[in-house]
């Protein structure tokens, strides 16, 4: 504990106790809410309030079409959407992951 003196006086604050809405894992400890995104294309953060970014999740299938499990997240950030570069970006990612051939 620890006492804060202000001009209404003084008072105790526990820092040892979280917050009763901070989320924690199993082990007890503090985790975030929020993790900031990446643009897969150029590293950039994706800032929270960025309604022009979008996330694609592709699933991995066999050779009958069914889902494997496995998915490849990318995440393109609403500047390359702008400038109109995301589809080139998205297809060098895919190429890049085996997703994407560019064979006849």
């Known amino acids: 504990c620890r006492t804060i003196r202000s001009h209404f ?5 526990s820092t040892s106790v979280p917050a009763p809405d901070a989320m924690q894992n199993e082990e007890g400890k503090v985790v975030d809410l929020y993790l900031p995104r990446k643009c897969s ?3 950039r953060l994706i800032q929270a309030k960025e309604h022009a970014a979008v996330q694609i999740n592709v699933a991995q299938v066999d050779e009958q079409g069914r889902f494997t499990g496995e998915t490849f997240t990318f995440a393109m950030s609403g500047y390359m959407r702008q400038q109109g570069e995301a589809d080139l970006a998205f297809n ?3 190429f ?5 051939t560019f064979s006849k």
């Open 9 to 13: 006086g003084s008072s105790r604050i």
């Open 41 to 43: 294309a150029t590293n």
């Open 92 to 94: 060098r990612l895919f």
């Open 96 to 100: 890049e992951k085996g997703l994407l």
